[in-house]
């Protein structure tokens, strides 16, 4: 990969041949996780000048109408955010000859708070070719990465690097923009409730023959770009039911019942897929657009035979976008129900697709892909021109990436709306075979008999499949419960950064053998700490835990009273905690025997308090077929519950302690 510093140049031609479609990510971390910025880009003329505000894409102007540029959106990184873009350069309008890669925050906030700050850029096939790494941000409230400009007909990179106090607003002004921030954001919303009010009824009445005719719900366009966020979503509709009783179910659009052999359910649930990422452009986009997909019109296919000598292939499905005349192009593989992707069939659809000029293959399966631990040792031709992209997808990011859409970000299009609502019944139905993760392996087994007779030993590699196992399932947790909640949940990673993924497994893989723990930490967004979660082999237990840090000011009385106030509603075998410095632990207890008396938590001998930590404790489940095991089961209904019953009260409380009083 290609090291740029500021200043420094790059033609983009010396680094690949596949430079038609590039993706720009640009990523940063910050201490507490939860530090964020917006990217944005400009295309300019000779004249370093925007032709017009349409010229300026945000997060209130994400698409070019011709597909050239395409915001992405957010993906969520161990420590902070990547935020990706893709350029088609060959779609480029000839009279731009500049485009500026720029991201900013929130007023008030600054990117000197803000660390690893980085722009990288892959090509066509995913391939990473260059790296600009940003030193000294500072107090600047929007920052220019680089840019791409033309010279002899060819593109090149200049890495920039160059902050802007003004913000975004001034950003996008000096480059000739005309910003409009005349309307307050609190009147923006209130309209915006007033307008989706209006069109509930629609998504509730919306029947399956109106797909032939889809009712667009389009705001009106402000004349000028405005750069306060607006965040637009479907309300909830609760109707009245017209059926004669309650064993009557309603008609599904994807039904599942007759569903019997995996074949079936692989069949059914690929073409279902398919047809809505077709039918609702914004889902399409946000699953292919990180593949190196262009923003065009989609058409997909299922069953499709491919020329392979004697024996024609016929990969589950196909995905063909089309834009100025051009199509990329990927054969899908799906797996349903736990089955495992083959090796040797995948390997064929990579080699097809090298051969037919083909741009990706996309997996599909309940499995879950892992940093440095692919799923397949699929091999890739370097001899060959035409480069292939090997991607894959859980069943649970898809969901996941659903339930974001419909349930918080919203789509504009009722029939979209319902579509996509069909879709989630579907995914999340017992029968269809899409659940996600749900098998802890073959060694999971052995290696908890291992440690209950004391026999498993450092080194066993049955326990790094463990591991591996353990870190799919916590994955998973966090697609799950970030989609429920419309909030980011990262696995945290307390390994120093740039670290093999593979060490920090073996590392981990030896605390189990040594210890027979199983550990994770979870950074949900807005909560006030750390969900840690625990399963203790030896014991068969599930902890689940957060440590809050003790208040500034007040009297540690105070605080202990305050915290039991809060935790009024939680279950009474919640266990509390003091922290306190220089010591082991504080005192500890059950809330049922706190609440008669915070007292019992605050040191007798006046140690100073540095917080508290509250745990649930519960069985591990001991079920080792094949089907969703106890132990998955368990661990996702041990997050659930400790995050209704603990985390959320306690959030709830801080955010309504931290809001200013109202002034008479």
């Known amino acids: 990969m290609h090291e740029m510093v500021k200043g420094g140049n790059v033609g983009l031609a010396s680094l690949s041949e596949d430079i038609g479609s590039v993706m720009v990510?640009?990523?940063?971390?910050?201490?507490?996780?939860?530090?964020?910025?917006?990217?944005?880009?400009?295309?300019?003329?000779?004249?370093?000048?925007?032709?017009?505000?349409?010229?300026?894409?945000?997060?209130?102007?994400?698409?070019?109408?011709?597909?050239?540029?395409?915001?992405?959106?957010?993906?969520?990184?161990?420590?902070?955010?990547?935020?990706?873009?893709?350029?088609?350069?060959t779609a480029m309008e000839a009279e731009v000859e500049q485009i500026v890669v720029a991201a900013s925050r929130d007023a008030g906030d600054r990117f000197g708070d803000l660390a690893d700050l980085r722009l990288t850029l892959a090509d066509g096939a995913g391939q990473s070719l260059l790296r600009f790494t940003v030193e000294g941000a500072d107090e600047v409230g929007a920052l220019l990465f680089g840019e791409f400009y033309r010279r002899g007909g060819d593109w090149k990179f200049r890495a920039i690097g160059q902050g802007y106090a003004s913000g975004l607003a001034g950003l996008a002004t000096d480059y000739g923009v005309d910003i409009d921030d005349e309307a307050e954001p609190e009147q923006e919303t209130a309209l915006e409730a007033v307008a989706l009010e209006a069109v509930a009824p629609i998504v509730a009445s919306i029947p399956a023959q109106a797909m032939s005719g889809p009712v667009e719900v389009v705001p009106k366009a402000a004349p000028r770009p405005r750069t306060a966020k607006k965040k637009v979503t479907l309300p909830k509709v609760t109707r009245k039911s017209l059926a004669e009783n309650e064993t009557w179910r309603t008609a599904r659009l994807f039904p599942v019942s007759a569903l019997k052999s995996d074949r079936e359910r692989e069949t059914r649930a690929t073409s279902v897929l398919l047809s809505v990422m077709a039918q609702v452009p914004e889902f399409g986009r946000r699953l292919t657009a990180a593949f190196g997909a262009p923003a065009g019109r989609m058409e997909t296919f299922t069953e499709v035979s491919l020329p392979n000598g004697d024996s024609p292939r016929r990969p589950d499905g196909v995905i063909r976008v089309e834009r100025a005349g051009k199509l990329w192009t990927a054969l899908?593989?799906?797996?349903?129900?736990?089955?495992?992707?083959?090796?040797?069939?995948?390997?064929?659809?990579?080699?097809?697709?090298?051969?037919?000029?083909?741009?990706?293959?996309?997996?599909?399966?309940?499995?879950?892909?892992?940093?440095?631990?692919?799923?397949?040792?699929?091999?890739?031709?370097?001899?060959?021109?035409?480069?292939?992209?090997?991607?894959?997808?859980?069943?649970?990011?898809?969901?996941?990436?659903?339930?974001?859409?419909?349930?918080?970000?919203?789509?504009?299009?009722?029939?979209?709306?319902?579509?996509?609502?069909?879709?989630?019944?579907?995914?999340?139905?017992?029968?269809?075979?899409?659940?996600?993760?749900?098998?802890?392996?073959?060694?999971?087994v052995p290696v908890r008999?291992?440690?209950?007779?004391?026999?498993?030993?450092?080194?066993?590699?049955?326990?790094?499949?463990?591991?591996?196992?353990?870190?799919?399932?916590?994955?998973?947790?966090?697609?799950?419960?970030?989609?429920?909640?419309?909030?980011?949940?990262?696995?945290?990673?307390?390994?120093?950064?740039?670290?093999?993924?593979?060490?920090?497994?073996?590392?981990?893989?030896?605390?189990?053998?040594?210890?027979?723990?199983?550990?994770?930490?979870?950074?949900?967004?807005?909560?006030?700490?750390?969900?840690?979660?625990?399963?203790?082999?030896?014991?068969?237990?599930?902890?689940?835990?957060?440590?809050?840090?003790?208040?500034?000011?007040?009297?540690?009385?105070?605080?202990?009273?305050?915290?039991?106030?809060?935790?009024?509603?939680?279950?009474?075998?919640?266990?509390?905690?003091?922290?306190?410095?220089g010591e082991a632990g504080g005192p500890r207890g059950t809330l049922e025997r706190l609440r008669p008396e915070p007292a019992d938590i605050v040191p007798k001998n006046g140690?100073?308090?540095?917080?508290?930590?509250?745990?649930?404790?519960?069985?591990?489940?001991?079920?080792?077929g094949n089907a969703e095991s106890g132990f998955i089961r368990s661990v996702d209904e041990s997050v659930d519950r400790f995050h209704a019953v603990v985390v959320v009260p306690l959030d709830g409380r801080s955010q309504r302690s931290r809001q200013p009083a109202a002034v008479g």
């Open 449 to 581: 008999n291992g440690i209950d007779d004391e026999t498993l030993c450092q080194g066993d590699p049955r326990a790094m499949e463990v591991v591996e196992s353990w870190e799919r399932l916590v994955r998973q947790v966090c697609l799950r419960l970030g989609g429920e909640l419309g909030q980011k949940v990262l696995p945290v990673q307390r390994a120093k950064r740039g670290t093999d993924p593979r060490l920090r497994r073996v590392a981990l893989a030896d605390r189990l053998c040594r210890d027979g723990r199983l550990d994770a930490e979870l950074r949900i967004e807005g909560t006030a700490g750390i969900l840690a979660l625990c399963a203790d082999l030896r014991t068969g237990k599930l902890r689940t835990s957060i440590e809050i840090a003790a208040p500034e000011q007040g009297y540690p009385l105070t605080w202990a009273k305050r915290l039991v106030r809060q935790l009024e509603e939680a279950p009474a075998d919640l266990h509390v905690e003091t922290l306190v410095s």
């Open 25 to 89: 990510s640009l990523s940063w971390s910050s201490p507490t996780g939860e530090g964020d910025a917006d990217v944005s880009v400009l295309l300019l003329t000779a004249d370093g000048k925007v032709r017009s505000d349409a010229d300026f894409y945000f997060y209130n102007n994400p698409v070019a109408a011709d597909g050239s540029v395409q915001l992405l959106g957010k993906a969520p990184t161990a420590n902070g955010n990547e935020d990706r873009i893709t350029f088609d350069l």
């Open 332 to 444: 899908v593989e799906t797996k349903t129900n736990g089955n495992s992707l083959k090796t040797d069939q995948v390997q064929a659809y990579v080699d097809i697709a090298a051969r037919r000029g083909y741009e990706a293959v996309i997996t599909l399966s309940n499995d879950v892909e892992l940093d440095g631990s692919p799923l397949l040792d699929v091999k890739m031709d370097g001899r060959r021109k035409n480069k292939v992209a090997l991607w894959h997808l859980s069943w649970a990011e898809v969901t996941h990436q659903a339930q974001m859409l419909i349930r918080h970000e919203g789509v504009g299009n009722a029939a979209h709306a319902w579509l996509l609502q069909e879709l989630l019944h579907y995914l999340q139905h017992e029968n269809s075979g899409c659940h996600g993760f749900q098998n802890m392996g073959p060694a999971w």
């Open 607 to 624: 140690v100073p308090i540095t917080g508290f930590r509250l745990s649930l404790f519960r069985g591990m489940g001991n079920t080792r």
